[in-house]
C-alpha cells in the first residue's frame, strides 16, 4: 500500500523529501533522473520514433549539461510531443506551499505570501502536491502576446481588497513563467514573440529579476526553460533577438521519418484506425502508398519546401482511407472493411489542406498536383511488388476491349465477380499472398492495386469513374508533334555539325 504524501510542513520535515532533496534544481532534477534512466537502459521518450540515434541523443546532452535549448524543425516533426516528455525525467511527486501562486518551495519560499503564510502556522502550513504534469507550463508564442502574459501585471482589484500599495508583492497578478516555477516552461514558435517579450525572457534566465510596472520584484526562479521553432522563422527572417539566442544553450534540428518503414510505426501510433463495430483490416501496400505520399510531396518540386509536408499528413489521410472502406462496408453490410487505392483518391481533402504549393504548383491546381503525386506514389510500391511481374496478358485483355470499374456503388463480392473475367489478374497477385481462399474485400483490393499500378505506369487507363480501360493510343497530333520535334532536332545537329566544319577549315 502507497504511503500518503504529507499534508503540512510538520509532516513534510519528518518525511523523506527532506530539504537537500528538495533544494535540488529542475534541472539538476532531470539530470539525476536521466542518469538513473540511462543506467537502467530504460527507454527514453517513449511515442517517439525515428530520432534514437539523432535527434535524442543531443537532447540527452543538452539535459546533462543543465542547458535551455530549442528545437528546431518543420511542421509536424514531433517537436511538441519532445518537449512534452521531458515530464518523464521529472520526480512523480513535488510538494509545494499550498495556495502560492508561484508553487513555493516549503523550506524556500520566494514569493511573501508563502513566507507570511509559514510564519503565521508554522508547521501547520498546508502543503499541496504537483505531479509531473502539472510542473509543465506550455505557451504559443504569438505576436499579441504581452509582458503580462508570461511575466505579470499589477491587480488593482486585489490591492483594494487588501488595502495593499499597488507596489506591494500581494497585489501583483503573476503570469505563466512564475507559475512555471519549478517545472519545465516551454515556448513553441518562439520567434513570433516580440523583441520586448524575448528581452524579458533572457534577462529572467540570466538574472531572475522580475520587473512588473516598473516594479522591482526579485524572484530567484527555478525554471527550465525549452522553446521550438520553424528554421524559416529562426534563421532567415531573423525575428529572435541576438540576446535571447546567446543565452540557449543547445540548438537541436528534428527531421522528418527516414524510412517508410519508420512513418508506418508512427502513424500505425497515431491515427484512430481502431473502430469500435467495425472489423477493419489495412492492407501493408495501402499503408506504404499512404506514408509515401508524404515522401514524394516533400521531393516534389510544385510543393513548398520551406513549409515542409507534415507527418500529419499521412495520419489524417491514413484516418480518411480507413472511414471510406468503413462507409463502403456499412453500405452493404460487409463484415470486413479493407481499404483499397481507389480510397486514397477519396482522402484527398485530407492532403490538399496540407500542402503549402509553390507559384507552379498553385497554377496547376492543388487537386491535380495531389493526384500526379498519388499515382507516382502508387508506382513506386508497385515496383516493389510487382517489378518482376509480367502483366501483358492482362494488357491484352483489356487491348481487346475489356473494361472494368471498381465503385463504392457495389459489394465487394460484385467487384470480385467483373476482374475475375480478367485473365490472367489473380494469377499475378502471389506477391501479396492472394489465393483462391482469400475473402473477397481483401482480393479485391490487392486487384485494384495492381491495376492501379498498371495504369500509374501507363500499362492501361483509367477514368475519373474508376473504369479501367486499354491504355490510350497517342493520336496523331502527339505523332505529328514528335515528328516535328525530332526534325528540329535534327536541323540542329546540322547547323552544329556545318559550324564545326567551317572552324576546322579556317584552322
Known sequence: MATALPTTLGQLRKSEFTPERLARSVKDELRENLIAKLRAKERLFPGIVGYEDTVVPQIVNAVLSKHNFILLGLRGQAKSRILRSLTTLLD???????????????????????????????????IAWLSPS??????LATP?????????????????????????????????LPRANRGIFAINEVPDLAGKIQVALFNIMQEGDVQIKGYPVRLPLDVAIVFSANPEDYTARGKIVTPLKDRIGSEIRTHYPESIDEAITITTQEAWSRRPASNIEVPHYIRQIVEQIAFSAREDKKVDKRS????????????????????????????LAVPRVGDIYAALPGITGKVELEYEGEMRGADAVIREIIRASVASVFDQYFAATNTQQIEQWFNLGGTVQLNDAQPASGSLGELQQIQGLFEKLSPLQINGKSKPEVAVSAAEFLLEGM?????ISRAEERVFSAAEKKSRNDQAANYAEKMREREQEVDFAAKNRTRRGFN
Open 455 to 459: 495504369y500509374a505506369h501507363k500499362r
Open 144 to 176: 499579441d502576446v504581452t509582458v503580462a502574459d508570461l511575466v505579470g501585471d499589477i491587480d488593482p482589484i486585489k490591492a483594494a481588497r487588501s488595502n495593499q500599495d499597488l507596489g506591494s508583492e500581494l497585489t501583483m497578478h503573476y503570469g505563466l
Open 134 to 139: 502539472d510542473r509543465f507550463v506550455e505557451k
Open 308 to 335: 515542409g509536408v507534415s507527418q500529419r499528413l499521412p495520419i489524417s489521410t491514413m484516418e480518411l482511407v480507413i472511414s471510406n472502406a468503413e462507409r463502403r462496408a456499412l453500405l452493404h453490410d460487409e463484415k
Open 92 to 126: 512523480p511527486a513535488c510538494p509545494h506551499v499550498a495556495g502560492a501562486e508561484t508553487r513555493d518551495n516549503p523550506y524556500a519560499p520566494i514569493s511573501k505570501f508563502a513566507r507570511d503564510l509559514i510564519a503565521r502556522l508554522g508547521d501547520e502550513t498546508p
